[in-house]
């Protein structure tokens, strides 16, 4: 198991940017793919970004490319998301997430294991 702790979010207006960490408890990190999610109220949970076990493959949303960017670091047992040029419709409660595999960890149905969520409110 694998337990997941945000942190970073806040209020930011548009164009601006925030940084998002997620501390991972657990000495098998490494053998997980991580990723984020976010969500807004009356939706469903939805994919922003996903990294591999490595850090050599990663996955965006359409609606994030080139303006967020997903890293990991192994021996600190953490994943990023930096989020630039940031729009009001970015505005969601953010969720650090992770599984065995990138293919689960690009879908909420699939996800194993979800932080407590960082609420992140962009404005015009």
């Known amino acids: 198991q694998v337990q997941l702790v945000e942190s970073g979010g806040g209020l930011v207006q548009a164009g601006g940017s925030l940084r998002l960490s997620c501390a991972a408890s657990?000495?098998?990190?490494?053998?997980?793919?991580m990723g984020w999610f976010r969500q807004t109220p009356g939706k469903e949970r939805e994919f922003v970004a996903a990294?591999?076990?490595?850090?050599?493959?990663?996955s965006y949303a359409d609606s994030v490319k080139g303006r967020f960017t997903i890293s990991r670091d192994n021996a600190q047992n953490t994943v990023t998301l930096q989020m630039n040029s940031l729009k009001p419709e970015d505005t969601a409660v953010y969720y650090c997430?992770?599984?065995?595999?990138?293919?689960?960890?690009?879908?909420?149905?699939?996800?194993?294991?979800w932080g407590q969520g960082t609420q992140v409110t962009v404005s015009s």
């Open positions: 997430a992770a599984d065995l595999t990138l293919a689960k960890v690009v879908s909420a149905k699939t996800t194993a294991y």
């Open positions: 990294i591999g076990w490595s850090g050599r493959s990663i």
């Open positions: 657990g000495r098998t990190f490494s053998s997980y793919a």
